[in-house]
């Protein structure tokens, strides 16, 4: 899986030091983004936390705003709200979008068979 110019292996669950070592974010910056961002690895065995791909591509995203497009922890806060509400509208456009074909694939299934009673 390759996020930007960053490879990383495609496996469910990534341990902390994996996840520092891929994003190149500290150990104690990655705890802090968790109580920050609300970030919610999975705890296994208590207290050994497991990130899932989409947890990982978030840090990357949350590095990317705060490091490279200088955003402040506020700022990049409110940026992922409106990154989370445009993936989530856009899903529900594509389900949209899939019913209208539908429906369109029917329309035109009838216009041609009017314009076939039409030309007989």
Known sequence: MEVGKQEYP????YRIGEVSRITGVKTHVLRYWE?????????????QRRYKKE???TILTIKKLLYEERFTIRGAKKRLRELSRLRKGQLEMDFLEQGYRKVLQEVRKELKAIKEVLDE
């Open 10 to 13: 495609d496996k469910l669950y």
């Open 35 to 47: 109580q920050e961002f609300k970030l919610r690895p999975e705890k296994f065995w208590g207290t």
């Open 55 to 57: 947890d990982l591509e």
